[in-house]
């Protein structure tokens, strides 16, 4: 298939599928894979480039196995341990993240879902930053039930986040303690609430790049409004320690792929981005729209969110 074609119909309203043979991408020439990917990007999201930051809001002891996590407890990392931080810590580093001109802010937290206590201090932190900050929230809290996304919904929440991380076919060889099925029917739930979907995944755990396809299709399905990628940055002391590092190449070209199949997402470099050349800045000449920035809110975050500003600005983007 011409790529320079496809891009055409694309912009014209055409969406691939199942259907259609994909195969193409696996070797088709990456400049001008990239080259339309762009032209999509700016066709259907535009210049503007959506900034998002995380606090991680309970870290540690999370009974889930999947194997590329410093914070599941089947590893043995040497990540740190705490419960649910203090609602004046997260409202202080929500203030920083609005101070520095990031567009939405949201609460990641360890565990397969937030319950109780917890999850009331989680309702209580989002209630006071929608009071007090002009910033989008979103929520990563795990495998909430419907009656908890309400109530997320109505403290202030507008987006959640929700990885189904890599593709139906090679889950399992990546997490045991939940399915594919149950990731997928949490998607559902937060559409069915009325709050955008963040869901991606990581690359390069494995998988081929038939797998890379295979999951930008399930969010193409699932209707996914950001789709944060991570590339693989292999942690000492769990079972992909020794997972081989991609080639800013492979990284590129998943980039482009998913900005074909998803045309209209927020296409979000998230972990990795240190593998890509000045921090992503082909990648957002290749498809990307979005990025996670900041350095999980230590002093370090208005720097880096401030170098990323710039390097935007001269790319002609706008933050």
């Known amino acids: ?53 995380i606090i991680n809001g ?30 004046e810590t997260i409202l202080e580093a929500c203030k920083l993240n609005e101070k520095e001109g990031v567009h939405r802010f949201s609460i990641v937290t360890a565990g397969r879902v937030l319950n109780g206590k917890e999850f009331e201090q989680a309702l209580d932190a989002y209630k006071t930053m929608s009071k007090e900050c002009d910033i989008a929230l979103c929520a990563s809290h795990g495998f909430v039930s419907a009656e908890q996304l309400h109530q997320l919904h109505e403290a202030g929440v507008t987006s959640y986040h929700h990885n189904i991380e890599t593709s139906r ?45 295979d999951m930008a299709l399930t969010l193409s399905e699932y209707e996914a409004d950001s789709i944060p990628i991570n590339a693989l940055m ?23 792929i998913f900005r074909y199949i998803n045309p209209t997402a927020q296409i979000r470099l998230a972990a990795g981005r240190a593998l890509l050349t000045n921090d992503g800045e082909k990648a957002f000449a290749g498809g990307a729209s979005a990025t996670i920035t900041g350095n999980m809110l230590t002093t370090a975050a208005a720097a880096t969110i401030q170098k990323d500003r710039r390097m935007l600005t001269e790319m002609g983007r706008e933050v």
């Open 1 to 53: 298939m011409d790529v320079l074609k496809l891009t055409e119909e694309i912009i014209e309203g055409k969406r691939l599928t199942r259907e259609d043979d994909l195969g193409f991408f696996l070797d088709c020439d990456l400049e001008d894979l990239s080259k339309g990917a762009d032209r999509i990007r700016e066709k259907f999201v535009g210049a503007h480039v959506d900034l998002c930051s």
């Open 58 to 87: 309970r870290s540690g002891k999370c009974p889930e196995d999947c194997k590329y996590c410093a914070q599941s407890a089947h590893n043995h990392t040497d990540c740190e341990v705490y419960d649910f931080l203090p609602g």
């Open 169 to 213: 076919r090679h889950f399992p060889n990546i997490c045991t303690t939940h399915t594919f099925e149950q990731k997928l029917a949490t998607l559902k739930m937060v559409k069915a609430e009325g709050l955008k979907v963040c869901s991606g995944g990581i690359i390069g755990m494995g998988e081929d790049m038939e797998d890379r396809i």
């Open 234 to 256: 292999p942690i000492p002391g769990t079972p992909l320690e020794n997972q081989p590092r991609l080639t800013e190449d492979e990284i590129l070209r998943t980039i482009a």
